[in-house]
Structure formats: structure tokens, C-alpha cells
Nanobody, 121 residues
Framework: QVQLVESGGGLVQPGGSLRLSCAAS????????MGWYRQALGKERELVAS???????TYADSVKGRFTISRDNAKNTVYLQMNSLKPEDTAVYYC???????????????WGQGTLVTVSS
């Protein structure tokens, strides 16, 4: 069984920074795609950033130049460095892993439980 455990959310003032972490646990052979999504109150969940193995990261237009996604494949961990945060970045941030291969299964997807990021003065 694969689980994603997120950390790093919290309250920050506009213009501040936060770093989110997401670690995948379990007997994992590979994860092709890891990323972050967010869902603000009353809105649909949207992609923030993702990184597929061997390809450059993808970012939502609203976070380009402010957020940076990175992966540590050896630790099956993905990070999201968020700088110059704005009130409109307030949302629950979800970690996502796609096309996971274990010793038993392959090609499945897992979501984290979500971590709240609040940008407010």
C-alpha cells in the first residue's frame, strides 16, 4: 500500500514563503509523475505544478515565477517551494502521485490528505 504524507502548510503573510513536502511510503519501485494540486473554498481542484520523470516541470500560469517544484527520487519525495505568496494562493494543497509501480501493482494513482495554506495579514 502506498501513502502520501504532506507537511509544511500553515499561515503566512502576503509576500511570505512556505515549503511543502510530500513523502510517499511503501515498497515503491517507481513513480512517474508527482505533483501538487490545490482547492480553494468553493472552487474546483486545480493543478499547481507537476514533474514527470525525465521532463521539465509544469506550472499553472498563476504560480509561474513564484513556485518551484522539485523531486528527490531516492526518497520518493516531492517539494513545493512557494515564494511571494498572495491571498489568492489560500487553499488546501494536495500531493498527487501517478503511474506508481510497486512489487505488486503498477499504473495506479494516490492522493495525499491535503494541507491547508492560508495567506493573510
Amino acid at each position: 500500500q502506498v501513502q502520501l504524507v504532506e507537511s509544511g502548510g500553515g499561515l503566512v503573510q502576503p509576500g511570505g514563503s512556505l515549503r511543502l513536502s510530500c513523502a510517499a511510503s511503501g515498497i515503491i519501485l517507481s513513480i512517474n509523475d508527482m505533483g501538487w494540486y490545490r482547492q480553494a473554498l468553493g472552487k474546483e481542484r486545480e493543478l499547481v505544478a507537476s514533474v514527470i520523470s525525465g521532463l521539465p516541470p509544469t506550472y499553472a500560469d498563476s504560480v509561474k515565477g513564484r513556485f518551484t517544484i522539485s523531486r528527490d527520487n531516492a526518497k520518493n519525495t516531492v517539494y513545493l517551494q512557494m515564494n511571494s505568496l498572495k491571498p489568492e494562493d489560500t487553499a488546501v494543497y494536495y500531493c498527487n502521485a501517478k503511474d506508481i509501480t510497486t512489487t505488486t501493482y503498477r499504473g495506479f494513482e494516490v492522493w495525499g490528505q491535503g494541507t491547508l495554506v492560508t495567506v493573510s495579514s
